[in-house]
């Protein structure tokens, strides 16, 4: 098998949608097998209340990553907005590597940026602001010390808020600005990003110029799974992975 990296983010894990977890499961299981490397950018748990929550949801998928890891395949996170509270314990329970949001890896010789994606949503001020709020150390200190169920209420709340702001603005504030994205170009030098947060499965490249530079963002595993493979020769491919008991139709099927 050819050398190659896999990216994944937005599964939003949870215990109501047992098919995304049965599909990421057989994924680790069996297509990451033999990979140089998994990147989960972001959004692995449709909430994560801190690394002392021990549901069997959490400890089904750290014992599957630590088998990809065990079998040789680096595994990385970064954290999304749904799972910033995801720490080392957890991390190391997973055998994955924690990073920074951003950060540049050399991918086949290639500097690529590599984000969750919600930082580049810039015109989305509220959440923003929101996002600066509960990634202070003070915040979630505090938030940590409550009591699971009282973790679980706050989540529940949080979502749905999140959902309600979405819902009554434009489309387009909580997609990336344009201006945000070429100023990471320009400030990290790069001519690749990869990420996720937005939904929104896709190759860009620069219609005057394909090579000029390329930003792929991962799909979402809401009613399939969506992969990255990029290979050593530098070849990029979106994948969609099929719900067991799931049919789809229309163009919504495959990216």
Do not use: K
Request: contains cysteine.
């Amino acid at each position: 098998m050819s050398a190659h990296t896999l990216f994944v983010s937005d599964l939003h894990l949870d215990a109501s949608r047992p098919q995304a977890t049965h599909a990421f499961i057989d994924f680790l299981a069996n297509d990451a097998i033999g990979a140089d490397a998994l990147y989960v950018l972001g959004d692995l748990f449709e909430a994560w209340l801190g690394d002392d929550d021990d549901s069997p949801l959490g400890a089904a998928v750290a014992r599957a990553l630590h088998a990809l890891s065990a079998r040789g395949t680096a595994v990385h996170f970064q954290r999304g907005n749904r799972d910033f509270l995801l720490g080392t314990d957890y991390a190391l329970r997973c055998g994955m590597r924690l990073l920074p949001d951003p950060c540049v890896i050399a991918l086949y010789g290639v500097p690529t940026l590599l984000s969750h994606g919600d930082l580049l949503c810039s015109d989305d001020i509220a959440y923003q602001q929101f996002r600066q709020r509960v990634r202070a150390p003070e915040w979630q200190t505090a938030f940590l010390a409550q009591p699971l169920a009282e973790r679980a209420a706050f989540a529940a709340q949080a979502r749905a808020a999140s959902h309600a702001h979405q819902q009554g603005i434009d489309e387009t504030i909580t997609d990336v600005n344009p201006g945000t994205v070429n100023a990471w170009f320009a400030r990290f030098g790069i001519r690749r990003m990869i990420h996720g947060h937005t939904h929104r499965p896709a190759i860009h490249v620069p219609a005057s110029d394909p090579g000029a530079w390329q930003r792929i963002v991962l799909g979402d595993w809401y009613r399939q799974g969506s992969v990255l493979r990029v290979a050593a020769d530098g070849e990029a491919s979106l994948r969609c992975l099929p719900f067991a008991g799931i049919t789809l139709t229309g163009s919504s099927a495959a990216v």
